[in-house]
């Protein structure tokens, strides 16, 4: 019976497995992979300047939400959907092979204490059990289970809007140096 569980959860992470994006494809990529996406990007008050796009899609009982700036991907989140096949906690199996698919011929590196990487964007998330970085540092990922997802994102993705926000900081500071002249 033992022997039986195993195969099942073998074969259920098999299964799963082809739900894997890939941080730095473009729209077109992944819906060549997953099938047509929704967008859901009207009305998300959490999408902004400079994130182009929020898509979703759904393979073996897994959602995928993907963010773009430009036209590359570059956060990835994964989360079991409620009701579906998929298991309820993400297996290590399973994990390891969403690391792996996002390697781009360097190697992951589990940090010993887990981090948020998003803090730096000055954002609160879930307390992640896990956590890893690329060795070539263009890569974090992170394994939250209280929400029980795993979420890749890029270097490029953080720079690009920790750059926009300073930006649009230095505009705003402009803007309101004009107001006040002559006064």
């Known amino acids: 019976m033992k022997i039986l569980g195993i195969v099942t959860l073998t074969m259920t992470v098999l299964a799963a497995s082809p739900a894997d994006a890939r941080l730095g494809e473009t729209l077109k990529e992944l819906e060549a992979r997953f099938g047509k996406g929704r967008n859901v990007t ?24 993907a963010n773009f700036i430009g036209e590359k991907c570059g956060y990835i989140y994964y989360q079991p959907l409620q009701g ?4 309820r906690k993400f297996p290590p199996e399973y994990i390891a092979e969403l690391l792996k698919v996002n390697v781009s011929g360097s190697r992951w590196i589990s940090d010993d204490e887990p981090r948020n990487v998003f803090e730096r964007l000055g954002k609160r998330t879930a307390t992640p059990k896990a956590s890893w970085y690329r060795a070539d540092g263009k890569a974090y990922a992170i394994f939250s289970s209280t929400g029980n997802q795993v979420t890749l994102v890029s270097e490029d993705y953080i720079q690009t809007i920790l750059n926009y926000n300073t930006e649009a900081a230095a505009a705003a500071d402009k803007k309101n140096q004009k107001r006040l002249e002559g006064f």
């Open 42 to 65: 009207a009305g998300n008050t959490g999408i902004k300047p400079p994130i182009k796009a929020n898509w979703h899609f759904e393979k073996n009982g897994i959602r995928i939400s």
């Open 84 to 87: 579906s096949s998929a298991p």
